[in-house]
């Protein structure tokens, strides 16, 4: 139980174009999702928490009409990076705290999106 | 500022021993203390949760302890194989949202 997915799980793209990532939360459904990115032995930094049916929360530093965030059901939840350029390029990781035989404390975590950008 | 502090440099023991890992905070009162492994390239997976009012959980061959006065929490695998080798992050909850540390690598060699 309690599995999350992401999709691509790694995307070569040009400077400029726009790249979307998915997460879904496969068999709970998924009220709340985080989106972080980490760079090389680097802690995992929280870019945004998402509400589903509501919009984001992002961290401070992180542009958030750069970083376009959709929760639009309780199992799906997209991280479009617009525009994106070299220092984009990330470890991009999305969890998810829900309900539906799952612990309400626990982030259950995706495999990850590996982003570089040319 | 709120600081969470793992050793950076990895910890190398021989298969068998007992593998004790730290995670030190500052300037936090977290209601609970998260433990996760992440391997190369791959997300974090969960380990154990350790809530402000315990001392001590266990699971299997995992202990985690919580110190909420000296502000630190230990993580041990006893009995260590090769297959625990892996990149191991303490997490602190706060305000709904977890702050990670930079982690700490175990290497347990045969």
């Known amino acids: 139980g309690a599995v999350v997915s992401q999709h691509p799980s790694w995307v070569i793209c040009k400077s400029g174009t726009s790249v979307k990532i998915e997460c879904r939360s496969l068999d709970f459904q998924a009220t709340t999702m985080f989106w972080y990115r980490q760079f090389p032995k680097q802690s995992l930094m929280l870019m945004a928490t998402s509400n589903e049916g509501s919009k984001a929360t992002y961290e401070q530093g992180v542009e958030k009409d750069k970083f376009l965030i959709n929760h639009a059901s309780l199992t799906l939840s997209t991280l479009t990076v617009t525009s994106a350029h070299p220092e984009d390029s990330s470890f991009y990781i999305c969890s998810a705290v829900g309900r539906g035989g799952v612990s309400t404390d626990t982030q259950y975590f995706g495999p990850g999106t590996r982003l570089t950008v040319l | 500022s709120q600081k969470i502090e793992q050793n950076s440099e990895a910890l190398n023991i021989q298969e068998g021993k007992t593998a004790t890992l730290t995670c030190n905070y500052t300037?936090?009162?977290?209601?609970?203390l998260q433990w996760y492994r992440q391997d190369p390239g791959r997300g974090p997976v969960f380990l154990l949760l350790i809530r402000e009012n315990e001392k001590e959980k266990r699971k299997e061959r995992l202990k985690v302890t919580f110190d909420t006065t000296l502000k630190q929490s230990l993580f041990h695998i006893t009995a260590s194989q090769p297959a625990d080798s892996a990149t191991y992050l303490c997490a602190l909850e706060g305000y709904s949202t977890l702050t990670f540390g930079k982690g700490t690598m175990l290497l347990v060699s045969p």
């Open positions: 300037n936090y009162s977290p209601a609970y």
